[in-house]
């Protein structure tokens, strides 16, 4: 009757207990409420209309240049810093399969052997001669007790509060987060080597521009000299004449260096030491790139690694905050063993009387002190509050990164026009000034600044090309260009089921 009231005693103890525990978790459980992560994005981009038309293709169609793409293709395979996250994203696939494993139960199968001798004066060895005593027949059992040994170990942890499989599918998001990483950094790289590119054929423009005008310039100190020797002109037109020529030499040399450290900077992209950069600058006044279907802004949420990325993270930020909580409530484990045992080596194989087996199952809630795991939910809150900031700011950047190349293409491409204009007139004054001077109409003044206006305006011309083709490459990359889409990126890749609250932005409790 005692016993039957102690069991009752404790049974409503560990109930009152439960109680204490499921209201602990719910005061530490109330939250304020989540900031939105939904973003206001604007229905159009602005001075542009919405168009179904998809605003990504892949850069292989987009670059028709082959000495481009040839590039892209060779740095995609030996860029260093991609080979560097390509092996951290099988970092991260590896806590994945750990996460997975956490789920199941663990067996372990193992074996044992050794010898052990208890004194007689003890509870144990009294209760070996007693035993020793009662034995009439059979194996003696000996003073120096041998204990051989072999058993499998079973053990589980019931995940009734989708714990361990919220820290797995958590585990799942982050692993696409660093292969949404690896296509961010694809377009990274496909963008900077395509700016490269198109400055290197910028500077050769340049250097061909500079040493026509160093030819004219050349032919015009020639025809200074003649002045002068007919005493029309002083050493003083001379002088300024080939200081103008030293002076456009001289930045001939920059130029050239500039082309250098160019190439080794396309070839540093390209995992390759330095060597001759194959590309193909005529008609660069010309050149244009393919036409960009803007899309509608909501686009970018789907075409933009880093937007995908931020979103995973939010999602799996969501999942630590649900797993962290499940710590507050009580836990199920099962344990089991099933083996053999004997003092014996010769009987230790013999059943029933050498086999051993055991089953427990345990039920613990944190009761007193639970600081550390309260700790370990509060951080997970305000990560996941940190997570939906970072992804609006993401958002937030796509957007304004869009706007901004969008318009600097169009007024790029309206100040060219105009730019073009200045050239012309420059280039048919040129020859004006000279006819002038040498019928005596004009100062050799005339002549130097004209060809000087001339020159500075043929290399701004070449410079704002050069920024237009730059302009329409980061719109490219601002609205998610630069991988195949379809392909999945380029590279091998690992598919991994997506978990059904991947879409979840606003996991937690």
């Given at each position: 009757?005692?016993?039957?009231?102690?069991?009752?005693?404790?049974?409503?103890?560990?109930?009152?207990?439960?109680?204490?525990?499921?209201q602990?978790?719910?005061?530490?459980?109330?939250?304020?409420?989540?900031?939105?992560?939904?973003?206001?994005?604007?229905?159009?981009?602005?001075?542009?209309?919405?168009?179904?038309?998809?605003?990504?293709?892949g850069?292989?169609?987009?670059?028709?240049?082959?000495?481009?793409?040839?590039?892209?293709?060779?740095?995609?395979?030996?860029?260093?810093?991609?080979?560097?996250?390509?092996?951290?994203?099988?970092?991260?696939?590896?806590?994945?399969?750990?996460?997975?494993?956490?789920?199941?139960?663990?067996?372990?199968?193992?074996?044992?052997?050794?010898?052990?001798?208890?004194?007689?004066?003890?509870?144990?060895?009294?209760?070996?001669?007693n035993?020793?005593?009662?034995?009439?027949?059979?194996?003696?059992?000996?003073?120096?007790?041998?204990?051989?040994?072999?058993?499998?170990?079973?053990?589980?942890?019931?995940?009734?509060?989708?714990?361990?499989?919220?820290?797995?599918?958590?585990?799942?998001?982050?692993?696409?987060?660093?292969?949404e990483?690896?296509?961010?950094?694809?377009?990274?790289?496909?963008?900077?080597?395509?700016?490269?590119?198109?400055?290197?054929?910028?500077?050769?423009?340049?250097?061909?521009?500079?040493?026509?005008?160093i030819?004219?310039?050349?032919?015009?100190?020639?025809?200074?000299?003649?002045?002068?020797?007919?005493?029309?002109?002083?050493?003083?037109?001379?002088?300024?004449?080939?200081?103008?020529?030293?002076?456009?030499?001289?930045?001939?040399?920059?130029?050239?260096?500039?082309i250098?450290?160019?190439?080794?900077?396309?070839n540093?992209?390209a995992?390759?030491?330095?060597?001759?950069?194959?590309?193909?600058?005529?008609?660069?006044?010309?050149?244009?790139?393919?036409?960009?279907?803007?899309?509608?802004?909501?686009?970018?949420?789907?075409?933009?690694?880093?937007?995908?990325?931020?979103?995973?993270?939010?999602?799996?930020?969501?999942?630590?905050?649900?797993?962290?909580?499940?710590?507050?409530?009580?836990?199920?484990?099962?344990?089991?063993?099933?083996?053999?045992?004997?003092?014996?080596?010769?009987?230790?194989?013999?059943?029933?009387?050498?086999?051993?087996?055991?089953?427990?199952?345990?039920?613990?809630?944190?009761?007193?002190?639970?600081?550390?795991?309260?700790?370990?939910?509060?951080?997970?809150?305000?990560?996941?509050?940190?997570?939906?900031?970072?992804?609006?700011q993401?958002?937030?950047?796509?957007?304004?990164?869009?706007v901004?190349?969008?318009?600097?293409?169009?007024?790029?491409?309206?100040?060219?026009?105009?730019?073009?204009?200045?050239?012309?007139?420059?280039?048919?004054?040129?020859?004006?000034?000279?006819?002038?001077f040498?019928?005596?109409?004009?100062?050799?003044?005339?002549?130097?600044?004209?060809?000087?206006?001339?020159?500075?305006?043929?290399?701004?011309?070449?410079?704002?090309?050069?920024?237009?083709?730059?302009?329409?490459?980061?719109?490219?990359?601002?609205?998610g260009?630069?991988?195949?889409?379809?392909?999945?990126?380029?590279?091998?890749?690992?598919?991994?089921?997506?978990?059904?609250?991947?879409?979840?932005?606003?996991?937690?409790?």
């Amino acid at each position: 009757m005692n016993m039957k009231k102690l069991k009752n005693k404790l049974l409503a103890f560990n109930f009152v207990c439960l109680i204490v525990t499921v209201q602990g978790c719910s005061s530490v459980l109330r939250r304020d409420p989540l900031p939105s992560s939904d973003p206001p994005l604007p229905a159009n981009f602005p001075d542009t209309a919405g168009t179904k038309n998809s605003a990504v293709i892949g850069w292989q169609e987009y670059f028709k240049d082959p000495n481009l793409k040839s590039l892209i293709s060779t740095a995609l395979s030996n860029n260093q810093e991609l080979n560097i996250l390509l092996q951290e994203i099988e970092a991260s696939k590896s806590e994945v399969r750990a996460r997975k494993g956490a789920i199941f139960p663990f067996i372990t199968a193992g074996t044992t052997a050794g010898i052990d001798k208890v004194g007689r004066h003890t509870a144990a060895g009294a209760a070996e001669d007693n035993v020793a005593n009662e034995i009439a027949t059979g194996v003696p059992i000996p003073t120096n007790m041998p204990n051989f040994g072999f058993s499998a170990d079973f053990d589980w942890e019931v995940d009734i509060w989708r714990k361990l499989r919220n820290e797995r599918d958590a585990a799942v998001l982050r692993y696409l987060g660093t292969q949404e990483g690896r296509n961010f950094m694809i377009t990274n790289i496909v963008s900077e080597i395509a700016e490269t590119y198109y400055d290197l054929v910028a500077f050769d423009n340049q250097l061909s521009t500079l040493k026509r005008m160093i030819e004219i310039q050349k032919n015009a100190l020639e025809a200074v000299k003649l002045q002068k020797a007919n005493a029309r002109v002083t050493e003083l037109a001379v002088r300024r004449f080939e200081a103008e020529v030293f002076k456009n030499q001289s930045h001939l040399y920059q130029i050239q260096q500039q082309i250098t450290v160019t190439e080794n900077k396309l070839n540093y992209l390209a995992g390759r030491y330095p060597q001759h950069v194959k590309r193909k600058s005529d008609g660069f006044d010309h050149m244009m790139l393919s036409h960009i279907y803007t899309g509608l802004p909501a686009e970018l949420l789907r075409n933009r690694p880093d937007v995908r990325r931020a979103e995973l993270e939010l999602a799996a930020t969501g999942l630590d905050v649900k797993a962290a909580a499940a710590r507050f409530y009580p836990s199920l484990s099962i344990s089991s063993a099933l083996g053999l045992q004997s003092f014996s080596l010769a009987s230790a194989f013999t059943t029933p009387a050498s086999l051993v087996y055991g089953v427990a199952g345990n039920v613990m809630a944190p009761l007193i002190n639970r600081s550390a795991i309260k700790a370990a939910f509060l951080g997970a809150s305000a990560r996941q509050i940190g997570a939906i900031y970072s992804y609006q700011q993401t958002v937030l950047k796509a957007y304004i990164e869009t706007v901004n190349q969008l318009a600097q293409i169009k007024n790029y491409g309206r100040s060219y026009d105009l730019k073009a204009q200045q050239v012309a007139a420059l280039n048919d004054s040129i020859s004006i000034a000279g006819q002038l001077f040498f019928n005596a109409r004009a100062e050799y003044t005339e002549v130097l600044f004209t060809q000087r206006d001339a020159l500075e305006s043929k290399i701004d011309l070449i410079e704002l090309k050069q920024e237009q083709l730059t302009a329409f490459v980061k719109a490219y990359k601002a609205l998610g260009g630069g991988y195949n889409h379809a392909a999945g990126g380029s590279g091998n890749s690992t598919k991994m089921a997506v978990p059904k609250s991947a879409g979840q932005l606003r996991g937690g409790s």
